[in-house]
T-cell receptor, first 115, second 111 residues
């Protein structure tokens, strides 16, 4: 089915471990985004990508790494997970004209718990 | 960055019209105003977007005054299923993508 899918939906891991969250979209949208959502903070942008092999930092990038070797995939990696990274992570995509007049389409999120 | 200010929460009853106002005093010339809706355990969903005056779709209306320093999302005749968090976003303009979602407005619709 067309759309944007995130995996896994739920993940529990321990501090210090590496964990990768996957995001896949079938629209061939140029722009993709990663957000985290914590209580009282709304959504905060971690990283975004304007096209394959083009990524840039958002508001809260520390502790995260992204890559975009293919247009449809935008994985987010926590290289050494910390408890402060416990959150719900959302991936989004939008069309090539940019996010200001093209709405973002969101996945259903990954709930990550770091013990 | 064009930050936004919204009420933290609002209550309403089924069948009423709900208006949620968002302030964005530093909006830039190229910025659009976009509203999203989020239900628990789901990602935000686009509702409506506008640049100036009034925009209407099958879900909501968006009113933007001439100075564009605020906007009002209007939901006609809400139902229980409209209970959600509503986010107002203002784009930074071309060349930047540091979206600020803010905490949004939690709307609770009662029977």
């Amino acid at each position: 089915d067309a759309g944007i899918t995130q995996s896994p939906r739920y993940k529990i891991t321990e501090t210090g471990r590496q964990v990768t969250l996957m995001c896949h979209q079938t629209w061939s949208h140029s722009y993709m985004f990663w957000y985290r959502q914590d209580l009282g903070h709304g959504l905060r942008l971690i990283y975004y990508s304007a096209a394959a092999d083009i990524t840039d930092k958002g508001e809260v990038p520390d502790g995260y790494v992204v890559s975009r070797s293919k247009t449809e995939n935008f994985p987010l990696t926590l290289e050494s997970a910390t408890r402060s990274q416990t959150s719900v992570y959302f991936c989004a995509s939008s069309e090539s004209l940019g996010q200001y007049n093209q709405p973002q389409h969101f996945g259903d999120g990954t709930r990550l718990s770091i013990l | 960055l064009a930050k936004t200010t919204q009420p933290i929460s609002m209550d309403s009853y089924e069948g009423q019209e709900v208006n949620i106002t968002c302030s964005h005093n530093n909006i830039a010339t190229n910025d659009y105003i976009t509203w999203y809706q989020q239900f628990p355990s789901q990602g935000p969903r686009f509702i409506i977007q506008g640049y100036k005056t009034k925009v209407t779709n099958e879900v909501a209306s968006l009113f933007i005054p001439a100075d564009r320093k605020s906007s009002t999302l209007s939901l006609p005749r809400v139902s229980l299923s409209d209970t959600a968090v509503y986010y107002c976003l203002v784009g930074e303009g071309t060349g930047g993508f540091k979206t600020i979602f803010g905490a949004g407005t939690r709307l609770f619709v009662k029977a």
